[in-house]
Nanobody, 126 residues
Framework: LPLVESGGGLVQSGSSLRLPCEIS????????IAWFRQAPGQGRQGVAC????????DYVDSLKGRFTISRDNTKETVYLQMSNLKPEDTAVYYC????????????????????WGRGTQVTVSS
């Protein structure tokens, strides 16, 4: 599988989690990697993205300050660090990848990504 997420689980409100997205079959440096989430009964929501050419990042406004996207080039892995988790953060979290040459504009939430992982479940109890 090109993308494999892990690190999900059941945590209490206020906890932190770090979700790895392990990349194989392509070179991470040539791609944008984004995190999305989907809560039960809701549509998919963008969380954060990382441009691997220059390391720049972007976040949806509602999650800025609590979520951080980062990378480890030696491990070909992108991470989503989540802090002060709330019950409304409960969702399946997915990572997605798009080649940098296919990106157009800055509306990364709406891009059609080439690869998707299977997701990892995060459940936050109150």
């Amino acid at each position: 599988l090109p993308l494999v997420e892990s690190g999900g689980g059941l945590v209490q409100s206020g906890s932190s989690l770090r979700l790895p997205c392990e990349i194989s079959t392509f070179r991470m440096a040539d791609y944008v990697i984004a995190w999305f989430r989907q809560a039960p009964g809701q549509g998919r929501q963008g969380v954060a993205c990382l441009y691997n050419d220059d390391g720049s990042t972007d976040y949806v406004d509602s999650l800025k300050g609590r979520f951080t996207i980062s990378r480890d080039n030696t491990k070909e892995t992108v991470y989503l660090q989540m802090s002060n988790l709330k019950p409304e953060d409960t969702a399946v979290y997915y990572c997605a990848a798009l080649p940098l040459y296919k990106t157009l504009g800055t509306d990364w939430v709406r891009w059609e990504y080439d690869y998707w992982g299977r997701g990892t479940q995060v459940t936050v109890s109150s």
